[in-house]
């Protein structure tokens, strides 16, 4: 049995903010596609299993297929994701598995090569809302339903 502290018992004011972060990161240009990915991928190298669940249902029902979803740990390694996806993918786990020596120049000049800087700054602000989710639901150990 879980005894962790309850999601509701959150404080408000701090859960506000988040959902208001939330939903400014879905306010920006990224699309439905670029947002499922970052947030599956980074929640999958954070061993986040309710943010995976609610990720994938929602990417599945936005039209994204199974062989991607399935695939996704292992992206580097098949020929399903466009070069843009790369970016974004390399970029989300450099920023999810930060060292001393931060993200390295050559995965943010790829990436700021291939987007522009509007589009560069939501990803980084969608990879940034989904690590800090998924550090909740890994610390309160939330359930899937």
Known sequence: MNNR?????LD????????SLENA?????????HKDLIKIRVSQINH????INMHTIDARKAGETEQRIYALTAWRETPFFDEQER??????EEMTHLN???VSDETYNNAAKL??????AAIIMA???INAWNRIGVTLQLLMH
């Open 48 to 51: 986040c299993a309710y943010c």
């Open 100 to 102: 001393i020596h931060g």
């Open 25 to 33: 990161v879905n306010a920006t240009g990224l699309t439905t596609i």
């Open 12 to 19: 408000q004011a701090a859960y506000k903010a988040m959902m």
């Open 87 to 92: 970016a974004l993918l390399a970029l989300a």
């Open 127 to 129: 990879v940034t809302t």
């Open 115 to 120: 987007f522009d800087e509007t589009y560069l």
């Open 5 to 9: 502290l309850k999601f509701s018992k």
